[in-house]
């Protein structure tokens, strides 16, 4: 298994930015596709961003395409998602999720290891 650890949420400006990090360990990290949900209040957890474990290949919900920007450093066993234009209804609890394989899945059930989660909240 991977252990994950979020860092970077917090509260911002409807319109600003914020990055989250997730710092992995363990030795698989750079084989497996790496995964952003989040949940809010009420709400199921949700998929929001994906990316290959290579990362040549990234994959987004629809709610936030062209605002969000997943990235990985596998030299740093890290990865990032870049939230700009951030809107009141990006507010939620965001999770950092391990793959159970190389292959990008949307399903939250098909990712074996998560961090706490870090809490972004966006006022109008």
């Known amino acids: 298994q991977v252990q994950l650890v979020e860092s970077g949420g917090g509260l911002v400006q409807a319109g600003g930015s914020l990055r989250l990090s997730c710092a992995a360990s363990?030795?698989?990290?750079?084989?497996?596709?790496m995964g952003w949900f989040r949940q809010a209040p009420g709400k199921e957890r949700e998929f929001v961003a994906a990316?290959?474990?290579?990362?040549?290949?990234?994959y987004y919900a629809d709610s936030v395409k062209g605002r969000f920007t997943i990235s990985r450093d596998n030299a740093k066993n890290t990865v990032y998602l870049q939230m700009n234009s951030l809107k009141p209804e990006d507010t939620a609890v965001y999770y950092c999720?391990?793959?159970?394989?190389?292959?990008?899945?949307?399903?939250?059930?098909?990712?074996?290891?998560w961090g706490q989660g870090t809490q972004v909240t966006v006022s109008s």
């Open positions: 999720a391990a793959g159970r394989d190389s292959r990008i899945y949307y399903n939250h059930r098909m990712y074996d290891s």
């Open positions: 990316i290959s474990w290579s990362g040549g290949g990234t």
């Open positions: 363990g030795r698989t990290f750079s084989s497996r596709a």
